[in-house]
């Protein structure tokens, strides 16, 4: 009798853990790229399925967000810049909410661009408001969310877990005046000519405490439930600024250059695509990491991967024939 049971009980509910890059274009992976060095996610497509003809809703981060995590298209839930005050209206249910009622654990680290994450005056952090304005209502057990690579150098004081990280560690000041230091001279685009991030250690880049912070969370969820991760990485959106200690690893590569575009100069396109590649090589390497704490826990078997983009990159391409100028990201998703 306890064996027939045993047989008819359902299957457990499987884990769900998405990983979000974003503006990654959907053709520089080691698919297209054969010097492109992304082994996590040739591992997971050749371990289930790979969506090569997927479209996003929005060539916009925070309208693509709003509709991944609303299912609704840009007239239904309202989000349709990338202005940091425009949310996601309560009145909207996330999908968060929808596995939080079903008994899920849900959980959310990095650039959601979902909501505004607190006060921008004061030490919000050390209120400890930093980063959680309207996570409940979102629909989240547990989060560690921040703000963007280019928002840093806009605020005078922490106002987000990241930024409040760095500051316990004495850095915050050092990388706000780092972050964003790029050279418009030479091509017409702010945040894609920049200097590498010097004198730093490897776990202050942003990327590096949004997996860090994602394992943590993995770690600390209940063993009775199953659970729901979405990663949002801050790369590699622009700038393009990546940790010295990276810079030898791509040295000598060759990238195939922008299509349409004779006006921008051959090596700062090698330089701004080098400097792409790496941002996305480091990811893949995070990426593995979060797969590690995942099969420590022993969930590997029954967990549901998906690596994604909220969009992608165009890396100046057209730039001789769009009729509009908007750095690198004109014309096209």
């Known amino acids: 009798h306890s064996a027939a049971a045993a047989e008819d009980a359902p299957p457990p509910r499987p884990n769900v853990v998405l990983l979000i890059s974003d503006q990654w274009r959907k053709d520089w992976t080691s698919f297209d790229l054969p010097q492109l060095r992304t082994p996590t996610f040739e591992k997971i497509a050749r371990l289930g399925t790979r969506f090569t003809q997927a479209i996003t809703p929005s ?77 409940t209502s979102l629909g989240l057990n547990a989060h560690h969310r921040c703000y963007g690579k280019e928002f840093m150098s806009r605020v005078s004081q922490p106002v987000d877990p990241y930024m409040q990280y760095l500051e316990d560690r004495g850095t915050f000041s050092a990388m706000q005046t780092s972050s964003g230091v790029c050279d418009p001279t030479r091509v017409e685009a702010e945040g894609y000519l920049c200097r590498p991030l010097r004198d730093f250690e490897e776990d202050e880049f942003i990327d590096d405490w949004i997996a860090h912070s994602s394992i943590e969370l993995i770690q600390q969820a209940p063993k009775n439930k199953p659970y729901f991760l979405q990663v949002n990485y801050a790369g590699p959106h622009p700038p393009l600024q990546v940790p010295d200690d990276m810079i030898s690893k791509g040295a000598s590569r060759i990238w195939p250059l922008a299509q349409n575009s004779t006006k921008l100069e051959e090596r700062a396109q090698q330089r701004l695509r080098e400097n792409y590649a790496l941002l996305i090589e480091r990811i893949d390497r995070l990426n593995q990491e979060i797969l590690d704490a995942i099969a420590a826990r ?7 991967v998906c690596i994604l983009a909220d969009h992608g990159e165009m890396l100046g391409d057209r730039w001789d024939i769009s009729p509009v100028f908007v750095p690198f990201q004109k014309n096209a998703p």
């Open 298 to 304: 022993g969930d590997a078997k029954n967990t549901v």
């Open 59 to 135: 060539p916009l981060c925070k309208p693509a967000r709003a509709s991944l995590a609303t299912g609704l298209t840009y007239p239904k839930h309202g989000v349709r810049t990338s202005v940091k005050q425009v949310e996601v209206s309560i009145a909207n249910r996330t999908i968060f909410q929808l596995l939080r009622d079903r008994g899920v654990w849900t959980m959310l680290t990095g650039k959601d661009d979902l909501t505004l994450l607190g006060k921008f005056y004061g030490n919000p952090c050390s209120e400890g408001k930093c980063g959680a304005r309207r996570a």
